[in-house]
Nanobody, 115 residues
Framework: QVQLVESGGGLVQTGESLTLSCAAS????????MGWYRQAPGKQRELVAT???????DYADSVKGRFTISRDDAKNTVYLQMNSLKPEDTAVYYC?????????WGRGTQLTVSS
């Protein structure tokens, strides 16, 4: 089992920056990948950014050049640095991890970007 706890969401204005954090605990030694998904009202959950332990990173086209995923292995934490935020980035952001081929999700943190 892996537990994921997100933090850092909030209300920001267009063009501002914000960093989300996701702390992992439990059976973290079998984690194959971690990352972030988001779900806007009325839309399906979509990939934002993912990272493997080997450092392979994938971003959604809509966030490339604006968002950066990183990790602190000592803290078992993954971050999502978000710059130049847009109203269309408004969503609930979920931390995600795969451990022993099983997916795990955090409870989500709300980001609202006002225009």
């Amino acid at each position: 089992q892996v537990q994921l706890v997100e933090s850092g969401g909030g209300l920001v204005q267009t063009g501002e920056s914000l960093t989300l954090s996701c702390a992992a605990s439990g059976n973290i030694f079998r984690i194959n990948a971690m990352g972030w998904y988001r779900q806007a009202p009325g839309k399906q959950r979509e990939l934002v950014a993912t990272m493997t332990p080997g450092g392979t990173i994938d971003y959604a086209d809509s966030v490339k050049g604006r968002f950066t995923i990183s990790r602190d292995d000592a803290k078992n934490t993954v971050y999502l640095q978000m710059n130049s935020l847009k109203p269309e980035d408004t969503a609930v952001y979920y931390c995600w991890a795969v451990s022993a081929l099983s997916p795990y999700w955090g409870r989500g943190t709300q980001l609202t970007v006002s225009s």
